[in-house]
């Protein structure tokens, strides 16, 4: 068995808040940078054998406020973790999309693999990237694994890890500077065993 430990980057700029971005590669926000470091605390104390991380600017940042130097070189950056490019979708909100785009929107929400994002990646490609990236897991040594990438990476890991169909996504929340946790069998399937934990408000509030 193994731990999988998921972390999403901090914050961006408020003028992203509730868009959709994906493949859009923008900086943390002041704010997110304080999400990482609350990350940084948050984790120092776990002992990890192979931490894997998106090539994205957004997710560098995060990683790099909250990794200590030691253990940033020993990150192995992955094209597999990249966020979905959600094509003209990029930087609008849903209820925008749904009014521009209700046919394709029904074909999102329902999980079809051939669904295509318009002018963007099909979902199909995304999944078999994910899937291939769990292989990746299942076969690396150590018992403690970390992940630094995006929120649609990480509902997409979990629906996997829990046998759940991929429309199943939705149905959880994973903010930006966050932290989820997997435990990860050798069959490939296992169990949830945090969500979308807020490591900036636990000490905001503390």
């Not at 200590?68 to 966020?83: A, M, N, T």
């Not at 079809?112 to 979902?123: C, K, N, S, T, W």
């Not at 500077?177 to 934990?197: K, Q, W």
Request: net charge neutral; hydrophobic share 40%; aromatic share 10%.
């Amino acid at each position: 068995m193994k731990q999988i430990i998921l972390i999403r980057h901090g914050s961006l700029a408020c003028k992203y808040n509730g868009c959709y971005i994906g493949s859009l590669d923008v900086p943390l926000s002041a704010k997110g940078l304080e999400d990482a470091a609350a990350i940084g605390k948050y984790i120092a104390d776990i002992h990890c054998e192979h931490i894997f991380a998106s090539p994205m600017l957004r997710v560098k940042q995060t990683l790099e406020t909250a990794l200590p130097p030691g253990k940033i070189k020993k990150v192995e950056y992955d094209e597999r973790l990249r966020e979905i490019n959600f094509g003209d979708w990029e930087e609008k909100k849903f209820p925008e999309i749904s009014k521009q785009y209700p046919d394709e929107v029904k074909g999102w929400t329902g999980g079809a693999a051939e669904f295509r994002f318009p002018h963007g990646a099909r979902l199909e490609d995304f999944y078999h990237g994910i899937e291939e990236f769990k292989k990746t897991l299942l076969n690396s040594s150590g018992s403690t694994l970390m992940v630094f990438t995006h929120g649609g990476v990480i509902l997409a890991l979990i629906c996997s890890v829990l046998g759940l169909g991929k429309e199943k996504m939705l149905g959880f929340k994973v903010n930006r500077g966050s932290i989820s946790s997997l435990e990860l069998f050798e069959n490939g399937y296992g169990t949830l065993t945090a969500l979308n934990i807020k490591p900036g408000d636990i000490f905001w509030t503390g």
